[in-house]
């Protein structure tokens, strides 16, 4: 149990749907991270917030789209992904990233196995 | 290419065995940290290492800091099956945080 909860666990959906992801953490950190986990590509980093505030999006694809509305929750809503979009979506959080070369010790979700059919 | 490069990509040992492996970048890194993540979790942070040289012991785990902080190591003795997992080095050259390609461990009781 590292103080991060995300839901749901796993998720099946249609090229057309629109599904929303969920993160928590009970941590009192500022800064939350999504990353997607394929089978064979390292850990990509998605999107930072800091204190709310988007800070990263490393080029994401507009159809996945964040959401911060405190430094608790994060989002990730979905909508017309394609079935190359099936990941290990992880949330992760931790005290304020100094958006320099160094990054805190980040505490990662169990995740959500996301497949696109 | 990727910025972080490990080896060996998989590793499959007996209990009791000696490992190590590596992360190796052609940029410099101002720090790593290393994490381990088990099936069906997310990773969790083993060490930070900061200064170029630098050695730090966990336990059985030997981590190493390349001279140059372009690379590093991670030794374990006398491996255990809890020590199965996926094994990421991580860091950020620039503004950019980046994982590593993963080490998987499986170790054989």
């Known amino acids: 149990e590292t103080g991060v909860t995300q839901t749901p666990r796993h998720l099946v959906m249609g090229m057309t749907n629109k599904k929303s992801l969920k993160c928590e953490q009970h941590l009192g950190h500022n800064a939350m991270y999504w990353y997607k986990q394929s089978a064979k590509k390292p850990l990509e980093l998605m999107f930072v917030?800091?204190?709310?505030?988007?800070?990263e999006n490393n080029s994401v694809p507009s159809r996945f789209s964040p959401e911060c509305p405190n430094s608790s929750h994060l989002f990730l809503h979905l909508h017309t992904l394609q079935p190359e979009d099936s990941a290990l979506y992880l949330c992760?959080?931790?005290?304020?990233?100094?958006?320099?070369?160094?990054?805190?010790?980040?505490?990662f979700g169990p995740g959500t196995r996301l497949t696109v059919l | 290419t990727q910025l972080l490069e490990q080896s060996p990509q998989f590793l499959s040992i007996q209990e009791g065995e000696n490992l190590t492996v590596y992360c190796n970048s052609s940029?410099?890194?101002?720090?790593l940290q290393w994490y381990r993540q088990e099936p069906g979790e997310g990773p969790v942070l083993l060490v930070t290492?900061?200064?170029?040289?630098e050695v730090k012991k966990l336990k059985r785990l030997t981590f190493q800091f390349g001279d140059a902080r372009k690379d590093s190591s991670l030794h374990i003795t006398a491996a255990q099956p809890g020590d199965t997992g996926l094994y990421l080095c991580a860091g950020a050259p620039g503004n950019q945080f980046y994982f590593g390609t993963g080490t998987s461990l499986t170790v054989i009781p």
């Open positions: 917030y800091n204190f709310k505030e988007q800070t």
């Open positions: 992760a959080s931790s005290t304020q990233t100094s958006g320099g070369p160094y990054y805190n010790e980040q505490f």
């Open positions: 290492v900061v200064t170029g040289g």
């Open positions: 940029s410099v890194f101002s720090s």
